[in-house]
């Protein structure tokens, strides 16, 4: 049976969260901020998602009513 590629490539993994108990006040609240910042980065990727999909959906609405 061949390799596949996609086999041998390595997995992304996601970072174990931080023990919360041995964190600071400060640190919790700059750990905080890194949190909201990813949300609002993640956020404006499903909105540049849903616009580009918005527009593929009103590209294909227009051919159907040619």
């Known amino acids: 049976m061949p390799i596949d590629s996609d086999d041998l490539d390595p997995r ?3 970072a ?4 919360l ?3 600071s006040v400060g640190d919790l609240e700059a750990y905080i ?3 909201e910042a990813e ?3 993640a956020r ?3 909105d ?3 616009g580009a999909r918005a527009v ?3 590209a294909f609405r227009r051919r159907e009513t040619e």
């Open 56 to 58: 593929a959906e009103s």
């Open 12 to 14: 992304p993994t996601v």
């Open 48 to 50: 540049a998602k849903g």
């Open 33 to 35: 901020a890194q949190l």
């Open 16 to 19: 174990r969260p931080p023990a």
């Open 44 to 46: 404006a990727m499903i």
């Open 39 to 41: 949300i609002a980065r």
């Open 21 to 23: 108990e041995t964190l």
